[in-house]
């Protein structure tokens, strides 16, 4: 059996987290899963379309938001009544980090950015996962009977199975020490504009922009073709724009159908954010840039001339 | 208080990746390949030296790497951090409960200026993504924990740490001492001054060699990720090429 942790936010099941199932029942017929929090419920008739015939919710008067101490250890009390032979999580922030407390405590070894699994016997498994933001890939075998993996974000695309959707509730023992470390406030939240992650379309700056009022064209153009703007890391660190829009390896990562490289010059760790955008345009002055290796067009040249005549004619061409 | 930072030297290239003939390393024999530390690490450099102006106390950069790791950990007593301690390797790779447990030791043993109250590291390594080094530390330290950090405050003893849920964040308190692992976007770090630099070569960088201990997670072999070589088509140069531009964006359809 494996079993998966399944997240949710505050009832709102997390559709990343079910990435997980979807490896996980491609790999076993058995197939368990954990959701942490009476607000789990919420979440359980929308988890049944992903195929989840088993799910413990477990419930505790202290589990009132989300505690990664204490949801791993609810994980381990079912690792001792349910026997798996793997744990799968995706490697969101929190499936990353509930799956380390498990490790951590087991002192087991814990493999992330999981690609793919083959399971051994007598206790090896191998497993095929990212380095470098997924410029690498690295087969690796992991050393422990349990099976401690959390698949790279996206790597496995969620599927839809008719699932029982039987629900069995428990009550981990838990102390105060499990929850000290919980969520107990939120701010934010109100997005304005079109969203980095999501955008179809984002006109990203770099160096080559010049400074942050190299920014003023950026955004008509993202305006005009209803994007988003986005940057490299020099831009960020140089204090141009803020981290949130920074696009790469330690940035967002991106898939939107165009994607225009303006003064960028492609180094793999930006690459890492921005290499399944559909389209890919870059402006460079250099021909010779690494970007060229990963753009479908180019247009060699000064960037901070190009955009304004390229917004000018953009918005001839929408009227 | 006395913070410890936990940062990595690594790579870095300006074009693609190239490995070693034996398919176990980045080749970095080649002239386009220098090292560096991560982003998130340099932010949690910047937040130590930060912390230390604002509350006193004293910073040390903790590194598990070659001796020549020095070029890093120099490079971050440039922008303030006070010593370097190099945890040194052969340059082979220490899986992730190998490195936990070494950096754990150093932490144990305190500093000269007495216990660690907050280990500050990335919240994953830059080259092996392993996303748990600082939750094994905490478990090990029995120290609570916060990670994937994008703001923090510290007063009277707890931290105030938040972390960014889409557009939302999430808001955590812990109490010190403690490990908090952070996320580029904390802050912007500074880039070292001249007198930074002077004084980064006079401060103390001491070594300590421990033996390796057998991976669990243990590395095979590494690949470049597949991916179709392309070279861009040319749509001319400067302003000439807009026509061409807009044209694309009529055919994909974002016009
Ligand atoms: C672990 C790690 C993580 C990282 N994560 C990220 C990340 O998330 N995102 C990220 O972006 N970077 C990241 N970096 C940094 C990355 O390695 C590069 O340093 C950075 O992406 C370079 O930014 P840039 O392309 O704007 O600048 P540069 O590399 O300096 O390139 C500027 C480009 O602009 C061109 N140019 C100059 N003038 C003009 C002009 N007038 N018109 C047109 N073109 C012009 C130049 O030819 C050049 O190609 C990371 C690094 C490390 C080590």
Redesign the pocket.
Known sequence: MILVLVDHDRGVLDATSVQALTAARALDSDVEVLLVGAAGRDAVAELATYGADTIHLAVHDTLTDYAPLASAKAALELVSSRSPRGIFTTGTPRGNEVLAHIAAILDAPMAAEVLSVTFGDAGVHEVVRNRWGGNLTETARVHNDLLLAAFAPHAIRAENATGAGNVTEFTPNLDAADTAVRVIDRTGGAATGVGLAEARVIVSG???V?GPEGFDVIEQLADLLSGAVGC????TSNGWRPHSE??????TKVAPDLYIA??????T??IA?CRTSKTIIA????KD?P?MGYAHYAVI????TILPELVAATRAAKE | MNIAVCAKR?P?SGGRWELTADNLDIDTSGASVGF?T??HEECAAEAAVQLVEQLGGSSTVITLGVADSEEQVRSLLAVGVDRGVIIETDGSEWDPQATASALTEQIKAGSPEGAYDLVLLGTEA?DTADFQVGIRMAHALGWPVVTNVKGMTIDGGVARCERAVGSAREVYEVTLPAVITVK?GLNIPRYPSVPGRIKARKKPVDTVIIEKPAARLEKVRLDLAVEEARSAEILGTGVDAVPALVEIFKNIGVL
């Open positions: 770099g160096r080559g010049g490299s890391r020099v831009v920074q696009v790469g390896q330690t940035g303006c003064g960028i010059s492609g180094a760790q930006h954010g402006i460079n002055t250099d840039a970007i040249g000064d960037a901070q | 690594v870095l560096t991560s982003p830059a580029d």
